[in-house]
């Protein structure tokens, strides 16, 4: 069973920064890709960014150059740097890995999200 734990959401005003970790666990051997997408209310889930293990990004239009996505593959976490926020940002951010390998095979997982909310 893979669990993914996010943290570091919340309120923020414009212009300012947070940091969302996301951690893995579980039986794994292997994780291709860790990302990050976000749901608005009334709109679908979007890509934010996501990585591979190795090192290739690649990231939403609307965020190129005000947020940053890294992982730790030793410690099975992601990372997403979000600056100059906005309030379109406002939105339920969710962790993603992708093509993990665990003793069961290859699946895909979702955490359970963290909300980030930009407003003054």
């Known amino acids: 069973q893979v669990q993914l734990v996010e943290s570091g959401g919340g309120l923020v005003q414009p212009g300012g920064s947070l940091r969302l970790s996301c951690a893995a666990s579980?039986?794994?051997?292997?994780?291709?890709?860790m990302g990050w997408y976000r749901q608005a209310p009334g709109k679908q889930r979007e890509l934010v960014a996501r990585?591979?293990?190795?090192?290739?990004?690649n990231y939403a239009d609307s965020v190129k150059g005000r947020f940053t996505i890294s992982r730790d593959n030793a410690k099975k976490m992601v990372y997403l740097q979000m600056n100059s926020l906005k309030p379109e940002d406002t939105a339920v951010y969710y962790c993603?890995?992708?093509?993990?390998?665990?003793?069961?095979?290859?699946?895909?997982?979702w955490g359970q999200g963290t909300q980030v909310t930009v407003s003054s």
């Open positions: 993603n890995v992708a093509g993990v390998y665990t003793p069961e095979g290859l699946a895909d997982y």
């Open positions: 579980g039986r794994i051997f292997s994780i291709y890709v």
């Open positions: 990585i591979t293990s190795g090192g290739s990004t």
